[in-house]
């Protein structure tokens, strides 16, 4: 399940560049990518993008007794074995389907995990975002119900719940939005793998800004008056 700001769909818009993300998870992606990607948005006066609309979330929702939240960092154990004991349904609210979009390892990757959901003989169903345009998205390998989400009451009583921060899509910013998001979930919470609170200051980054721009308009002076 996922929950943000809307990004840019059309790749002509100006922002769309401060969107293009890489989608690799690895330890520099999960944290010292961040700073610059951050910079990108400061530089240009505009507020860093923050995690939104999933105040009321849980609410939505039927649990049966015993239901439990497992959550980790990546997408991928989604497919744990704890995760995937019995289902016969996985509904997922996500910006991307995660049914496919390379060829497929032997392993379940971030990307691909509904993938073998399927093998099992799941059904799948996936909610986009209100703001997310699923056409822009490739076919899934797979057989998915897509659909925006239209808000309110979800069908059915849910028996297991899967929750991913994916850092090397989500801000560290938003780290305190995702763990206020878990906490407010009614249901014990186990964990896979460890996820904390990454460290980052805004305030730090914030005047990094502002002499990165003072130095960038003395060089634009410069240029000015060589020209």
Same mark, same amino acid.
């Given at each position: %399940?996922?929950?943000?700001?809307? &990004?840019?769909?059309?790749?002509?818009?100006?922002?769309?560049?401060? @969107?293009?993300?890489?989608?690799?998870?690895?330890?520099?992606?999960?944290?010292? *990518?961040?700073?610059?990607? !951050? /910079? !990108?948005?400061?530089?240009?006066?505009? #507020?860093? #993008?923050?995690?939104? =609309?999933?105040?009321?979330?849980? $609410?939505? +929702?039927? +649990?049966?007794? =015993?239901?439990?939240?497992?959550?980790?960092?990546?997408?991928?154990?989604?497919?744990?074995?704890?995760?995937?004991?019995?289902?016969?349904?996985?509904?997922?609210?996500?910006?991307?389907?995660?049914? $496919?979009?390379?060829? /497929?390892?032997?392993?379940?990757? &971030?990307?691909?995990? %509904?993938?073998?959901y399927h093998r099992l003989g799941a059904r799948l169903r996936?909610?986009?975002?209100?703001?997310?345009? #699923?056409?822009?998205?490739?076919?899934?390998?797979?057989?998915?119900?897509?659909?925006?989400?239209?808000?309110?009451?979800?069908?059915?009583?849910?028996?297991?719940?899967?929750?991913?921060?994916? $850092?090397?899509?989500?801000?560290?910013?938003?780290?305190?939005?995702? @763990?206020? @998001?878990? =906490?407010? *979930?009614?249901?014990?919470?186990? *964990? /896979?793998?460890?996820?904390?609170?990454?460290?980052?200051?805004?305030?730090?980054?914030?005047?990094?800004?502002?002499?990165?721009?003072?130095? /960038?308009?003395?060089?634009?002076?410069?240029?000015?008056?060589?020209?």
């Amino acid at each position: %399940m996922t929950t943000s700001s809307p &990004c840019p769909q059309d790749a002509k818009d100006p922002l769309a560049p401060l @969107f293009a993300w890489a989608h690799f998870e690895t330890p520099y992606y999960l944290e010292e *990518a961040w700073e610059e990607r !951050a /910079l !990108a948005f400061l530089l240009r006066g505009l #507020p860093l #993008p923050g995690a939104r =609309g999933w105040e009321g979330f849980w $609410g939505r +929702f039927a +649990f049966a007794p =015993g239901a439990v939240l497992y959550y980790a960092e990546s997408n991928a154990l989604a497919f744990h074995p704890e995760v995937r004991e019995g289902v016969r349904e996985v509904v997922l609210f996500d910006a991307h389907h995660d049914a $496919g979009y390379r060829p /497929l390892g032997e392993e379940p990757a &971030c990307d691909d995990w %509904m993938v073998f959901y399927h093998r099992l003989g799941a059904r799948l169903r996936v909610y986009y975002p209100p703001w997310r345009d #699923p056409s822009l998205e490739p076919e899934p390998q797979v057989p998915v119900a897509r659909a925006l989400d239209p808000g309110g009451r979800v069908e059915g009583v849910f028996h297991r719940v899967f929750l991913c921060r994916s $850092g090397a899509w989500v801000p560290p910013w938003a780290d305190g939005d995702f @763990f206020a @998001f878990l =906490g407010k *979930a009614p249901l014990p919470k186990v *964990a /896979l793998e460890a996820v904390h609170p990454r460290p980052f200051s805004q305030e730090t980054l914030r005047r990094r800004a502002v002499e990165e721009g003072f130095g /960038l308009r003395f060089m634009e002076r410069l240029k000015g008056r060589a020209g």
